[in-house]
Each structure stands twice: as C-alpha cells, then as structure tokens.
C-alpha cells in the first residue's frame, strides 16, 4: 500500500493527514499551533501531528511515500524554505522546514503555498473536478485566493492569487495588510471583528459578543456569525452583506480578467454559510461582469475542514490525479 502524508500549517491549528493510493483519508489529528518559540518548534509540532495521524491510520511512518506540507508564507519548494510567515512565532527570517522535517520523520517532505495547495485539492478532488480552469476564493480570517489555468496552478512569481488583496474601493478602509480599500478589508473574518468592535465601542448594539461569550471562545468565529445570522442581528447582516458585496465585486474583477470556468468558495465563514451564500456572491458578481450573459459557476467547496492537508499530501510526487477528460 502505498499511501502518503499532508500537512496544512495553520496560523491557529496544524492538520495532519494519511492519504491511500485512491485519496480516501486514513487518519488525522489535529494539533494547536505553537504561539511561542520559533520555526523550530512549529516544526516539532508538525512531526509531532504527522506521527499521530500515521498512528491513527495504523501505517507505519517511514513507509509513507512522502509527505507534503501547505505553508503560509513565502515558500521556496526547491530548497525546501519558508520565509517570513508573519502569523507564526519568531519566523520573521528564512528556516528550512522541509529539511527539519525529513530529518525528524525519516520521510521526503515537499512544501507548497497553503492556499495553493488547497486550491488544488479542490479542482483535483473536490468541486472544482469537472473544470479545467477556476478561481479558490478561502473566505476565512483574512480573504485567500488560489488560481488553477489549464489543469495547473498558476502563481505568477510566487505571489499570485491573492484575491484578498485586490482593492474594491479607492482609499477605502485599512485592510489587515496595511493597504486600503482591499477585498479582505472588508470580507475577513478578522476585520470584521475588528469593525464589529468599534461599532460597538461607538454605542451600536449586537448579540455577537454575547454569543462568543456564551460559547467561551475569545473570537467571533464562523459559527458565531452564523447563529447571530440566523437570529436576524443587524450589525451581524450589515457586516456580512458587506463582505458578501466586496467578494462579489473582487471577484467579478478576477473573472473579467482570467474568464475562469469556476470560482470555488472555502475557508471557515465559506463552508460554514454554503452555497446560498455562495449564490449570494455570484449575485454579488453579476453587475461586474464583462460578459453578464455566461457567469461562472460559483460553488462551495466540497473537501472542508482537510481541504488544504489533503492538497498538500498531493505535493508528493505522483500523487497527483490526472485531470479530467475535456
Ligand atoms: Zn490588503
């Protein structure tokens, strides 16, 4: 049996994979990621990930082809390097992750761009399997994006795809990368709380405070902002439609520009709020839309929560489906 590993390093969580030959799941765990220490340290907690997955999956580790490994930051895959993963403790610098790995789990390990790989995952597995050309939009705590052309991932010199940080207003509100007037200014999960906070602290009402609180969490999560959704709160429905809006508009830009066939929505507030908000989005989409009269298909993705571990094991050479049949 040959099967393979994946690791989708999070800036909260660590998800670890083993992966058959057919790409079902044979195990997983999921670990917090280290908000201290170094790379050194994110590292062992990826090891540590990896070896309880095998374990959940009865596979012996260093029987694993190879594993792979979805990194945020600037990711060298040939040198095996992550550079400046801002989210991550004391990675400010360049640290040889894939090496550090090897060394600790006996096994090749290949690195990609996180929101690539789950990109990936999705056309080659998941909604996206019947096109041959999409865009990945991650709606989670900022806005990712991820770019398939012609069967293959497209990432310009190591940048591209950042839907996030396309700008849908001039000189609007500052966005999390210190920019205005960028998609995720207004759609990330993390500015809007940041904008939900000062509504609040300006003397506006909401229940989302008081449903994190009741939940014991500390951040307004996907779920947080379902349920204020679902329960009719106003600030809650202004936010989101905003963020419904900006998406939309960012997304049409990409559309005019790449005339994918799909736009592929996930991350955290993407799967948790489904395909009406994905309809919502394309509705959002259609007045940008050079060509209004063939849209593309707007779809949630399908692979969820393992998405981006599951991309990741198809870094591993020859893991890779075949892309289907025109
Ligand atoms: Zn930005």
Redesign the pocket.
């Given at each position: 049996m040959s099967a393979r590993g994946g690791i989708d390093l999070g800036g909260t969580k660590v998800q670890a994979v083993v992966i058959d030959a057919q790409h079902q799941v044979l195990g997983q765990a999921r670990v917090p990621t280290p908000t201290e220490g170094g790379p050194q340290d994110v590292a062992d907690a990826l090891a540590g990930a990896m070896h309880e997955a095998a374990d959940t999956a009865r596979v012996e580790l260093g029987s694993l082809t190879g594993i792979g490994v979805g990194s945020p930051g600037g990711v060298d895959a040939g040198a095996g390097t992550v550079r400046g993963a801002g989210n991550l403790p004391g990675w400010e610098g360049t640290f040889a992750l894939g090496p550090a790995l090897q060394d600790a789990l006996g096994v090749p390990a290949h690195l990609g761009n996180d929101v690539q790989v789950a990109t990936d995952a999705e056309a080659a597995l998941g909604a996206g399997r019947p096109f041959h050309s999409l865009l990945g939009v991650f709606w989670g705590t900022g806005v990712g994006g991820g770019i398939v052309l012609d069967d293959r991932p497209w990432i310009g010199r190591g940048a591209g795809g950042e839907l996030?940080?396309v700008v849908v207003k001039e000189d609007g509100r500052v966005?999390?990368?210190g920019?205005k007037g960028?998609v995720?200014?207004y759609a990330g999960r993390g500015a809007m709380e940041a904008r939900a906070r000062k509504l609040v602290e300006e003397g506006h009402h909401t229940d989302l405070f008081k449903v994190m609180e009741e939940r014991g969490r500390t951040r307004l999560t996907s779920g947080i902002w379902e349920r204020a959704l679902e329960h009719g709160d106003d600030m809650a429905t202004e936010l989101i439609d905003r963020a419904v809006a900006a998406i939309g508009t960012g997304v049409a830009s990409a559309i005019n520009l790449l005339d994918v066939e799909a736009v592929i929505i996930g991350g955290g507030l993407g799967i948790r709020l489904g395909q009406p908000y994905a309809d919502r989005i394309l509705e959002q989409m259609r007045p940008h839309l050079f060509r209004d009269d063939r849209p593309p298909a707007v779809r949630v993705a399908q692979l969820g929560d393992l998405g981006g571990a599951i991309g990741a094991s198809l870094l591993v050479p020859g893991a890779a489906p075949t892309p289907a049949a025109a």
């Open positions: 996030g940080h966005c999390p990368c920019r960028c995720e200014a």
